[in-house]
């Protein structure tokens, strides 16, 4: 048998196992030249196996040489990279993400070895498994009622929720290609499947003015007004300060958001750099916020010492942020005194469907709601009333006859 060319790697048979065992020499991400294992079950695997790392070797591109876990590399994805890159909410979110899903489900697998048929079999796995169950709640309960009991509910993730979990995944395999921790991403070449988007119900012309007149004699009026009429986000509409507000040129600057973050109210920038937008005030919002100015000026005074000057046009009663989820004690009475069943955001929904159906130019629609892309502003939101389908399709009968 020929003597094997230097650097030509090395394949033997192992003893005892119906495995083939090959090794070679590389240049690893840590910048140095090492012997690297691989295995197959023929020969003529492990040697394509070989002549991958040797080609790879030859562009240039390092072989990975950590065997970290992937539990210990998303948590120091977390602490390095998107904490210091990403805001705070962000964070919060891929932790939660990283923490209920990724690794429990992919943490003991080795990053430089994660297939993507882990990823393929772990998504189907998450997109199936019962909520009520996953966490024990069920079995816990006095009279269990669902997998507990043997007979499932059905509480699924939604497919955006998986679309999501996915995305993260994503984003931390990417940082470790960038890292040159791993060659390729294999989470890119798992599809998954495309959510269902939902832009709420959203309001009538005539509902909306009736919600309007019905909460004309509530403190946070103002509020709704400036929700329907320019369609800005809840965050939002907390964070605006009198200072972003001019009543004489008639002009809002959105420029902040109001969010909690791991435990603490925190103020900051836009959901998007989109996001930031300065807006003409129509006469209807301009009528609001000068009625709302005057209220809260009585409420500093009825205050007095207790007041916390913070410059937000929407505060407590004693100046402090709203709570964003203490908004529900205000909005749910609203809503049920008027028989509706929709959520706070939709009335953001209501204003860009109606601004819509007003035929207001897409990108002027975009603008005004401060979305990332005019396909979210069509996709998500584009969708006729029952009343401008029918005038269509009318058009379209009288054309025929």
């Not at 070449?189 to 009736?210: F, I, N």
């Amino acid at each position: 048998m020929a003597k094997r060319a230097n650097g030509e790697g090395s394949i033997i048979r192992m003893k005892g196992r119906d495995l083939f065992h090959g090794r070679v020499y590389v240049t690893t991400t840590s910048g140095q030249i090492k012997r690297v294992s691989v295995y197959g079950k023929t020969r003529d695997e492990v040697r394509e196996k070989i002549t991958a790392l040797q080609a790879q070797d030859n562009q240039g591109i390092p072989t990975p040489d950590t065997n970290v876990k992937m539990a210990e590399y998303l948590m120091y994805w977390l602490a390095t990279v998107v904490k210091e890159n990403r805001r705070p909410k962000t964070h919060q979110g891929y932790e939660s993400v990283v923490r209920v899903h990724l690794i429990p489900g992919l943490g003991t697998k080795k990053l430089r070895t994660l297939r993507a048929a882990d990823v393929r079999t772990w998504l189907v796995r998450v997109a199936n498994a019962c909520q009520c169950c996953k966490s024990g709640r069920d079995a816990a309960r006095q009279k269990p009622k669902c997998c507990a009991a043997g007979e499932c509910c059905g509480t699924k993730l939604s497919r955006r929720m998986v679309q999501s979990i996915h995305a993260v995944l994503r984003n931390a395999l990417e940082s470790a290609v960038r890292e040159e921790l791993i060659v390729r991403n294999v989470a890119k070449l798992v599809q998954v499947p495309s959510p269902d988007y939902s832009a709420g119900q959203g309001l009538t012309v005539p509902q909306a003015r009736l919600l309007l007149k019905a909460a004309s004699a509530d403190r946070l009026h103002a509020l709704y007004v400036l929700a329907l009429a320019m369609g800005l986000r809840r965050g939002e509409l907390l964070g605006l300060h009198w200072a972003a507000v001019d009543l004489e040129r008639g002009t809002l600057i959105v420029s902040s958001n109001l969010q909690r973050v791991d435990g603490t109210l925190q103020l900051g920038p836009t959901k998007t750099a989109s996001s930031l937008r300065t807006l003409p005030l129509p006469a209807v919002v301009l009528e609001a916020l000068r009625a709302h100015r005057e209220r809260q000026a009585q409420e500093r005074v009825a205050a007095g010492e207790r007041w916390t000057e913070t410059g937000l046009v929407f505060t407590s009663r004693v100046g402090t942020p709203i709570e964003p989820d203490n908004l529900r004690r205000s909005w749910y009475p609203l809503r049920d005194r008027l028989g509706l069943t929709l959520r706070f955001h939709d009335l953001r929904h209501t204003c860009v469907t109606l601004l819509l159906d007003l035929r207001v130019p897409p990108h002027i629609v975009r603008q005004i709601a401060g979305h990332s892309d005019i396909g979210v502003t069509m996709k998500v939101y584009a969708h006729a009333s029952l009343d401008e389908q029918r005038k269509a399709l009318g058009s379209l009968s009288d054309k025929l006859t």
